[in-house]
């Protein structure tokens, strides 16, 4: 399956559907009097967030999506059917935006709920509704309401308890594919990886997701390589998983080259918990894997850890250190939803920022 985290969709509820003019017509039965019906309502659209889609490769095809209209109200005070609501269904951490790519209105995150995002346009009144006592016989009724239109944006921010980040070549793919059921591509040249990748890491008992992202390299966030676009894709994550090349000359450089893209980014990844290890190790041997180990802690300021991906050498101790971060912040998380006020899925138009008409 293709992989697709952006896609821009033109939404359209139902138009309501117009009264009916119409009078009673019976054998024996003189001067019946007003009898149309009201008109239907126009459909809703709703979304609705489903556990089991990890892309929106389907809004590549099908971008126009319309609720059913109203049907005219009927002779006999017979109302129009409603029109049929249209519900879309979208991945676990799909954010909806508005039209400017900037104004999220959603931000969808909980799997099975349901939001109303459309109104359908209101039925119009049939004769029969302006019946009085003076008026005995209206000609009168009123059209549908139209429904709402909008154009909007979809973006997907994979769900996944830690991230890996690191320059190209770095072994995040191989990292990911030793510790979890993932297969990545992995080859030995830059960008093997261009679509970000999930697995299901188990240490010590205990199971998160992994995110692989492709590779970060110097003035990402200017559009070089395939830029920054990626990093949507861990802004969710407890902790960030920094793999360095331990066998390239400048180590603290591609370091900083990192960190520098992820500041440049912005929406506080770098103020979130970092692991860093120095990757394919067995390559170097022990002390020189040691001395670069010590360089770049010096350089950093912070603990640095070493592994081989490729050997399972120190894998297992750099999965204890990220769990560790993420049971913190599932902790942070779950005592913050347990203050949170209950919420029935629900959520009014009026609440997304629409303007009263």
């Avoid at 450089?253 to 120095?278: D, H, S």
């Amino acid at each position: 399956m293709k992989f697709l985290d952006e896609a821009k969709i033109y939404l359209e509820s139902g138009k309501g559907g117009p009264g009916c003019v119409a009078f009673r017509r019976e054998k024996y039965i003189d001067m019946g009097g007003p009898d149309g019906g009201n008109g239907g309502r126009g459909g809703h659209i709703w979304f609705e967030v489903v556990a089991n889609l990890n892309t929106l490769i389907d809004f590549r095809y099908t971008q126009h999506f319309r609720a059913q209209h109203g049907e005219n109200g009927k002779g006999s005070n017979m109302s129009g059917s409603d029109g049929k609501d249209l519900v879309i269904r979208v991945p676990v951490g799909t954010v909806i935006l508005d039209e400017d790519k900037e104004t999220v209105l959603l931000d969808l995150v909980t799997p099975g709920e349901k939001i109303l995002f459309l109104r359908g346009g209101d039925g119009g009144f049939g004769n029969a509704h302006y019946k009085t006592a003076t008026n005995r016989a209206p000609r009168k009724f009123s059209p549908g309401w139209p429904g709402e239109e909008r154009a909007i944006w979809l973006r997907l921010k994979l769900i996944a308890d830690a991230g890996i980040i690191g320059l190209p070549n770095a072994g995040k793919s191989t990292f990911l594919s030793v510790t979890s059921r993932a297969r990545p591509k992995i080859a030995d040249y830059p960008f093997t990886t261009l679509a970000p990748n999930l697995g299901v890491v188990r240490s010590h008992d205990h199971e998160f997701v992994l995110a692989d992202i492709p590779g970060l390299i110097e003035g990402a966030h200017e559009g070089h390589g395939l830029g920054t676009r990626f990093l949507g894709h861990v802004e969710r994550t407890q902790v960030l998983l920094h793999v360095i090349d331990a066998t390239q000359d400048d180590i603290v450089g591609a370091y900083k080259t990192i960190r520098g893209e992820l500041k440049a980014y912005g929406q506080g990844l770098a103020k979130k918990p970092e692991v860093i290890v120095l990757n394919k190790c067995d390559a170097l041997g022990p002390e020189l894997a040691e001395d670069q180990r010590q360089i770049l802690a010096k350089a950093t300021r912070k603990k640095v850890y070493t592994m081989s991906a490729a050997t399972h050498q120190g894998i297992d101790e750099a999965l204890a250190l990220v769990w560790e971060h993420v049971r913190k912040g599932r902790e942070k998380e779950a005592k913050a939803a347990a203050e949170q006020p209950a919420h029935d899925g629900y959520v009014e138009p009026a609440d997304l920022g629409f303007e009263e008409e």
